[in-house]
């Protein structure tokens, strides 16, 4: 799933929505320390109070909110694996009785506790529904189009969720008009902050990919690997951080550890470019890829010398031991570099560093930033001298 497809599934949880309808929600709670599940209970959404509705639509689209491959990934299931998770979801996407499809989602939450114990009580819940997406926007003159025909596809989405005590407080009764203390001891349900979820399955061109699952992380750049393993039954993945510190690591073995700004710039802009171009042509769907011929390029129209295939082939060999690998191209650009010294410290956009040299005067080492505006510093315009 691309970010577009994303955000538009996200957007349909809201109430009143023709374009996605939510047919039946399952809650389990858990126990905390021992996993054991101590309630769980079925029924159709539209049964909730509407105050309800609204809380756990805000929980869904949390756990549709993040970057891709930053707090949000999609993940390949294994194959050939025993007790697999996908075979479990597909079963549970297409039972016919809601007996059955508590039992598919009660053998998920049976792996989740498996190999986990938290110090609190959870409270996990599937939710089973359709999503529809028009295939053509509606024509106003025409009146066509909208929902007129739709791409549908059956979907479950699943978040884990954290339990907080109440905090001691003193309230005041406007009946009797005295204070008294809280002495409610129902746990409190944080459903603003999933700590997991996941959405099955994923969506390629409108259209269902059962091999494939989104899964949503509680910390960015922190999946869960024992879950994504042991619970998803998917195949590694690599974020997008780790992604980018890679293909640094293959810079400075192309070009060595010290380099001009300018050049940076330009490696940086070159990809930019790659991924602004992808996003312009709509039948695209996917973020490029860049494979060693592809950084081989980039390097050479940067202005790096004495590039060429073998030794940026070698370079994927001793950083990521594959030459074959490919990076995607939307997580290699940073959004600021900082740049940090005893002095000062800097943000600065990578296509920016053009304007910044890194020279020696009077026998000091300095950072020179070329600017087009005057500076002020607490109201004063800052006089200007000449080297």
Request: hydrophobic content about 35%; some cysteine; glycine content about 4%.
């Amino acid at each position: 799933m691309n970010k577009k497809d994303i955000a538009n599934i996200r957007k349909q949880f809201k109430l009143n929505n023709n374009l996605l309808s939510i047919r039946e929600i399952f809650n389990v709670y858990v126990k905390k320390e021992t996993g054991e599940i101590y309630h769980h209970v079925s029924q159709p959404f539209q049964m909730l109070e509407l105050e309800a509705q609204e809380l756990f639509l805000q929980n869904f689209k949390k756990v549709l909110t993040g970057s891709l491959d930053n707090k949000l990934f999609e993940l390949k299931f294994r194959r050939d694996v025993e007790d697999s998770t996908q075979t479990i979801l597909f079963n549970g996407l297409h039972a016919k009785e809601t007996e059955n499809w508590n039992e598919t989602m009660l053998q998920i939450v049976e792996k989740m506790f498996a190999n986990t114990v938290y110090e609190f009580d959870t409270m996990v819940t599937f939710i089973r529904g359709e999503y529809r997406k028009p295939t053509k926007k509606r024509d106003l003159e025409s009146e066509e189009g909208g929902d007129d025909e739709v791409y549908s596809n059956e979907f479950i989405l699943c978040s884990l969720n954290k339990t907080n005590q109440p905090k001691k407080a003193l309230l005041f009764d406007y009946i009797e008009k005295e204070f008294k203390s809280n002495n409610i001891l129902d746990p409190i349900i944080d459903l603003a902050s999933p700590m997991s979820g996941f959405l099955f399955p994923a969506f390629h061109n409108n259209a269902a990919d059962v091999n494939h699952i989104l899964y949503c992380s509680g910390k960015v750049n922190q999946p869960d690997e024992l879950f994504i393993e042991s619970v998803l039954t998917c195949e590694d993945i690599i974020t997008a951080v780790e992604d980018k510190d890679s293909f640094e690591q293959i810079l400075i073995n192309v070009m060595g550890d010290e380099v001009e700004s300018r050049v940076i710039s330009n490696v940086y802009e070159e990809i930019d470019r790659v991924v602004q171009a992808n996003e312009e042509e709509e039948d695209e769907s996917e973020s490029p890829m860049l494979d060693y011929r592809d950084v081989e390029r980039i390097l050479t129209v940067s202005g790096v010398e004495d590039v060429d295939t073998a030794k940026v082939e070698q370079a994927f060999k001793n950083v990521v031991a594959d030459e074959k690998h490919e990076f995607k191209a939307s997580n290699l650009v940073p959004k600021n570099i900082k740049i940090e010294t005893k002095v000062a410290n800097l943000s600065i956009r990578p296509q920016d560093l053009k304007h910044l040299k890194y020279i020696t005067y009077d026998g000091k080492r300095c950072l020179l930033i070329e600017i087009d505006e005057d500076v002020i510093v607490e109201g004063f315009r800052l006089e200007t001298g000449t080297l």
